[in-house]
């Protein structure tokens, strides 16, 4: 009874396959953490994505054929994200990757599709490692090492001489950002006077924050996300600590989190765009998203996002074919606008872009500082 | 009986091998492509891990929560060896790798299986958990791991191993999967050793294994050690098939993940571990289309799935691998040696017993819990071959001297003599070795086991065998075991109970059960036996019985006999001398008869006594 | 010696919500022998009912806070019901297995149904904090710590001294002997899981008005300090869960403060290892001699 049930399952899987008409589609594969805790980011990078694609296939695809994004979920584990992007080249047979969205997880992936040779642009992965020697994989998010010298830049520019840092141990990112800012304040001549350090999902942050304050800093950095970001500010308001908190991109979806948009005045960080100093496509963008999903974006990912299809499907359409190699040739060299301005990759296969300096008033709308080019 | 296990191993193992040839022609044609070749690697190292966590918690009952700690630890050594060998042939490099992962992670096993010797139940759980933890901060905070950002560009399997990636993708798979048979192997055949009897004998009953002889420490440590030791290579297989490590891929979670397949398998059966870990690995990319709802649905089958089979799905049950085993052994003899092997009985003891001189004695043998003097200046001696029972009312303290003279309980004052040298201070299981065995007042058998293997429990420390031996069933392992299985064969017989060899011992009626612990007791070769309440819960007819049981014991095994008893026909009918406890003090020694007639006795149970009241009493 | 003061000030406050939430595992703990994985997702319950009960249903935050401790005890009683009661009589493991289940569950409906975006706790409580002798001590702080003695002392005369109390004792002693005591084991063992979850929905409230933001996930940081707390001063025994909490509090302030804020973690877990060596059973737990 069993051994027929299987025999008809197959059979019935076979017809599925085979009764499916082929239509000329070319299909990208798209992996992200789409659930799970960090599932915010992916899904502003999916629904950034898709936006465009929607935009494309709209005006008539690439060539008169439609694009598709396959999803597929990496549940911001490495080792799933690895089966996922061979589930999307193997059986999907997708011709390029977008993603990953968490830079674990690109790595694994990034190992694999070296293999491949495939195409592949990350939106968000900001580790400077995750491209390097890896000829085709790209990314359209700028990457730590520019971000922390651009915010230690900021800080000498406003004539600071004593700062502190507090970061996440446990987080990439985190001790990423801070590697670098280390290092960029070394040469710059500021002093990092306080350095704490929590670890990883812990939402207490006083003992290390009244320590920053009995140190007494002129300002504080912080290469936190939005969420534990706002568990900082409430804690340094409680025991009054009151220093500008100067953060990078991660920082920017605090707004979801926090419950007295007040403190968020303190707060300044560098984004990948800014409205007030966008382009047309951003305005363009910043519309078709308010419209598709009813909310404008918090995460800056989608915007990258966004840039990333883009930046994927113009090459496909340069290339003129979807050929492994042409298209990383196309990728490589490419020139367009996107939302997070012109993006142009250097050897590193990163983009040149630009950081955009940000601030909030006391009802928590972001406002544009200054632009800081490298 | 005989045909059908050859018959079932001929089956597994060609399946095995043919499972094998299969798999591996597909995948180097690339019929099996990456995405499914690489989710078989990720079965098979799944199976490593849940496999090698059921010996932990299945064989030996030990909740550990941090076995996902030690699988890291295996990963990142040898993800940094391989990472600083590049010239290296890489077949070369990862099997140092490979070896180097495992007896680190053994090290850490060991370290970590110490608090083991103090710590039970929940209390090791949590240990396990912190140990897993503080591994976890410490390999995010260190720079040779790469900090939090991880170990990357390990080299890959599916790579590295040869110039055509279908190829490589092959001797991946071949490597990866002969791992986990020799893992599996081992463990079943560990496990079915006299070192994975002592190990199980642990789960079912701690106290009772240590009466027979087992140094359960020993064996506690054994395990964790053996456990980690397999988790590291499982590590390292999986440093390179992924290619980069971070430390939050081996939190606390990954660990449940891995116990959760163990327990769902069923605790103690490999083969569950083996289905459980197929199933959960494979699962969830079955499920990907339902995204979003695939947790919910993991979750609650769980939920479900404990509370309508809350033993797991095969319980302790194992597949027919081990007739597969069992024969496979046999055949290689027929092959290699075709010589019989003779069994090797386990050597009896010599006890050097002195004419005039008493087998066990105690001077002035004394014990208090804190304040609370349980036992003072206990002086009691037994004869060769002599059957002597302590009397005394409820909480006399009769059954804290039997802790006390097989090192149970350490006494505060005192001295034991046995056979001349003083046992004070030794530790049960050494003390039982020494020639004291002793039964239960509740019965303490190990229940899951058979009868004849609660048998072959005692019997383990004159056996010489080494766990490797017991893994790769060398010559030595088999004549041993050979010779014991013809022992506690023989020993079943001297009881009746030959018919009952193969039955779990909780299956059998009580009476059977506390005839069971005497066997097991005698099993050891003791020259002092202490019976603890032998008749409690008998009616007449099996009294009566064992009375005539004990008195045979005593000339057939040559015992010197000790025996807490109410039942005072018995004690009566076959005692040569009487103690008497009360309070913790001896007050009274002599034959049936001046015991009966004792003042001092009839006070102690009866309050204030009358002439004739007494003797209905005690008689 | 200020900063010595205020990490001891931040090391209470944070204990103090430890010890609340570790009451309710122990009591769990104490009367069926189960590591209540799910508790500290009844605190995660907790926290989106205040949520959703000010945020779609307009209610006073005071009401709000109120309903979610009645939620949580509802909770707590029907998971007990459906997922432990029928696993009573199993090996303890299978019901390890299930809380963990019920864990995970919990959790991801939460995701389903909440999104894994965190929402910030919408009960604003600004009040100035106070100064004494030029320290400052934040409001929140001395209410998280009168609420969770108060509560400690309230649940020690109940169990000491009330007759629903003294049922509890002697369930967790010997359930059969109990129930040949005609003691209903059954509404015993509901009661203690309804009074365990409801300190978490108190919980729950301080824990949000300390840390306002709710994620699905929030829970299971603070369930594991919470039993870590309760092991350190001995599971089942109420003011060890207290003492516990107090002490991994501090221990971890100054561990962040003195010693490595990189390290605090493993230095956490290191001191509990330590204590559990030298006292298996915890600091004020009475250690258990197997009865040969």
């Known amino acids: 009874m069993k051994k027929l049930f299987l025999i008809l399952l197959s059979l019935a899987m076979i017809t599925t396959i085979l009764l499916v008409p082929a239509e000329e589609v070319i299909k990208i594969g798209g992996i992200g953490v789409l659930t799970g805790p960090n599932a915010t980011y992916g899904l502003a990078v999916k629904n950034g994505a898709d936006l465009y694609i929607e935009e494309l296939n709209n005006a008539g695809g690439i060539d008169g054929k439609k694009v598709e994004v396959i999803w597929v979920d990496s549940q911001g584990d490495p080792a799933v994200g690895q089966q996922a992007y061979y589930r999307l080249v193997e059986n999907d047979e997708v011709v390029a990757i977008l993603g990953a969205v968490l830079t674990g997880v690109t790595n694994a992936v990034a190992d694999a599709a070296v293999e491949d040779g495939i195409p592949m642009v990350s939106p968000s992965s900001t580790a400077y490692e995750v491209t390097t020697g890896r000829p085709n994989v790209f990314r359209t998010c700028f990457i730590d090492p520019f971000q922390s010298v651009m915010i230690a830049r900021y800080m000498k520019s406003k004539n600071y001489k004593n700062v502190a840092a507090l970061y996440d141990t446990g987080d990439d990112y985190s001790t990423g950002l801070y590697e670098t800012f280390v290092d960029e304040c070394g040469k710059l001549g500021l002093n990092i006077i306080a350095t704490e350090a929590a670890a990883f999902e812990d939402v207490d942050f006083k003992a290390q924050l009244t320590n920053i304050k009995n140190a007494n800093p002129e300002a504080l950095f912080l290469p936190y996300y939005g969420a534990p970001a706002a568990h900082i500010l409430k804690q340094a308001d409680e025991i009054g600590l009151n220093v500008p908190f100067i953060g990078a991109d991660g920082i920017s979806s605090i707004t979801d989190s926090i419950s007295d948009t007040s403190l968020l005045t303190n707060v300044i960080y560098s984004d990948h765009y800014n409205y007030d100093a966008a382009g047309e496509v951003a305005l363009q963008f910043l519309k078709g998203y308010e419209e598709k999903y009813g909310e404008p974006p918090t995460v800056a990912f989608s915007a990258t996002a966004y840039d990333t299809a883009l930046v994927l499907t113009e090459a496909i359409k340069i290339a003129g074919t979807t050929d492994f190699a042409a298209v990383v040739d196309a990728v490589k060299n490419i020139e367009v606008e996107g939302v997070t301005g012109v993006i142009t990759f250097d050897d590193h296969n990163d983009p040149i872009k630009s950081a955009f300096f940000t601030t909030f008033d006391a009802d928590g709308n972001k406002i544009f500082l200054e632009r800081v080019d490298p | 009986m005989a045909k059908n296990k050859t018959k079932s191993y001929t089956i597994n193992s060609f399946a095995l091998i043919i499972t094998f040839i299969f798999a591996y022609a597909l995948i180097s044609a690339g019929k099996i492509n990456n995405y499914y070749s690489s989710m078989l690697i990720s079965v098979l190292i799944a199976i490593i891990m849940t496999v090698s966590l059921n010996l932990t918690t299945g064989l030996l009952g030990q909740l550990c929560l941090g076995h996902a700690g030690f699988m890291s630890v295996g990963a990142y050594t040898a993800g940094i060896i391989t990472k600083s060998l590049p010239d290296m042939p890489f077949g070369l490099s990862l099997t140092i790798a490979l070896m180097a992962g495992g007896l680190i992670a053994a090290l850490f096993g060991f370290l970590i299986g110490m608090p083991a010797l103090r710590l039970k139940g929940d209390y090791l759980a949590i240990i396990t958990l912190g140990f897993g933890e503080i591994i976890r901060v410490v390999i995010q905070n260190l720079t040779i791991t790469g900090g939090p950002a991880g170990l990357t560009r390990i080299p890959r399997m599916s790579r590295a191993l040869a110039e055509s990636p279908k190829e490589s993708a092959a001797i991946q798979f071949a490597i990866v999967y002969w791992i986990m048979v020799i893992v599996v192997t081992s463990i079943f055949t560990l496990g079915r050793s006299r070192h994975g009897r002592a190990i199980i004998s642990i789960r079912e009953n701690e106290v009772a294994a240590e009466a027979t002889g087992i140094p359960t420490t020993y064996y506690k440590l054994l395990a964790f050690t053996f456990a980690a030791f397999f988790a590291g290579i499982a590590g390292g297989l999986h440093a390179h098939q992924i290619g980069m490590l971070t430390p939050k891929y081996f939190d606390f979670n990954k660990s449940i993940e891995y116990l959760v397949m163990v327990v769902l398998g069923g605790m103690g059966s490999i083969t569950g571990s083996i289905i459980s870990a197929t199933v959960l690995v494979t699962l969830p990319e079955l499920l990907r289309d339902f995204a979003a709802w695939r947790m919910v649905i993991y979750s609650l089958t769980l939920v479900l799935m404990m509370i309508f089979r809350p033993s797991g799905l095969m319980g302790t049950k194992e597949f027919s691998l081990t007739a597969t085993v069992d024969e496979l052994e046999a055949l290689c003899h027929r092959v290699f040696k075709r010589k019989e092997r003779k069994p090797k009985l386990p050597f009896k003891p010599h006890y050097d017993v002195w004419e005039d001189q008493p087998v066990l004695e105690t001077i002035n043998l004394g014990i208090q819990f804190g304040g609370l003097v349980a036992a003072e200046n206990i002086n009691i001696n037994l004869k060769d071959n002599e059957i002597v029972g302590l009397i005394g009312p409820n909480g006399a303290g009769k059954t804290t001297v039997f802790n006390l003279l097989t090192g149970v309980y350490e006494p505060t004052q005192g001295d034991i003599i046995l056979l001349g040298n003083s046992i004070k201070g030794r530790s049960t299981h050494e003390i039982t070795n020494n020639g004291i065995a002793r039964t239960f007042q509740n019965i303490r058998l190990f229940k899951s086991m058979t009868v004849l293997e609660n048998i072959k429990v005692a019997f383990h420390t004159r056996m010489r065998y080494s766990p490797l031996s017991g893994i790769i069933r060398s010559d030595e392992y088999a004549s041993e075991e050979h010779g014991i299985d013809i022992r506690a064969r023989e020993l079943l017989r001297v009881f009746d109970m030959e018919d009952v060899a193969d039955d779990n011992a909780d299956s059998l009626p009580y009476g059977l059960q506390r005839k069971l612990e005497i066997c097991r007791a005698l099993a050891s070769n003791p020259k002092v036996l202490l019976l603890d309440e032998p008749a409690a819960g008998m009616n007449a007819t099996e009294t009566q019985e064992l009375m005539d049981t004990i008195k045979r014991i005593r000339t057939r095994f040559s015992v010197a006999i000790l025996l807490i008893e109410h039942d005072m026909k018995l004690v009566m009918g076959i005692c040569e001398r009487i103690y008497v406890l009360n309070y913790g003090h001896i007050i009274a020694e002599g034959t049936a008869n001046e015991i009966a007639n004792n003042q001092d006795v009839i006070t102690a149970y009866l309050g204030m006594a009358q002439e004739d009241k007494e003797d209905r009493a005690l008689c | ?292």
Request: a positive charge; glycine letters at 10%; proline letters at 5%.
């Open chain 3, 1 to 292: 010696m200020s900063l010595f003061i205020n990490q001891l000030i931040n090391g209470v406050h944070v204990g103090s919500i430890y010890a609340l939430i570790a009451l309710g595992y122990t009591m769990v703990y104490g009367i069926i022998r189960l590591i209540n994985f799910a508790h500290g997702d009844i605190l995660m319950v907790g926290a989106y009912t205040v949520v959703v009960a000010i945020g779609t249903l307009g209610l006073s935050p005071l009401a709000a806070i109120l309903i979610s401790i009645v939620i949580c005890t509802l909770f707590g009683i029907l998971i007990e019901k459906i997922a432990y009661k029928p696993l009573r009589n199993s090996p303890k493991i299978s019901s390890l297995i299930t809380a963990i289940g019920v864990s995970m569950l919990l959790q991801n409906i939460a995701l389903l149904v909440f999104t894994p975006t965190p929402k910030p706790y919408p009960v604003p409580l600004s009040v100035e904090p106070l100064n004494i002798g030029g320290i400052q001590v934040s409001f929140m702080t001395v209410l998280t710590f009168g609420v969770s003695i108060a509560i400690m002392l309230a649940l020690q005369a109940f169990v000491t001294a009330s007759k629903a109390g003294k049922s509890m004792r002697a369930v967790s002693e010997d359930v059969k002997a109990a129930l040949l005591m005609g003691i209903n084991t059954d509404n015993t063992i509901t009661l203690t899981f309804a009074i365990g979850c409801a300190l978490a929905g108190v919980g729950s409230a301080l824990f949000c008005l300390a840390y306002p933001s709710v994620s699905p996930t929030m829970g299971s940081l603070p369930g594991v300090k919470a039993f870590i707390a309760a092991v350190l001063g001995g599971i089942g025994v109420i003011p060890g869960a207290m003492l516990g909490g107090f002490l991994l509090g501090i221990a971890e302030s100054f561990t962040k403060a003195y010693i490595s804020s990189q390290l605090s973690d493993a230095v956490v877990y290191g001191i509990l290892i330590v204590v559990l060596l030298f006292k298996p059973s915890g600091l004020l737990g009475k250690s258990v001699r197997e009865k040969v």
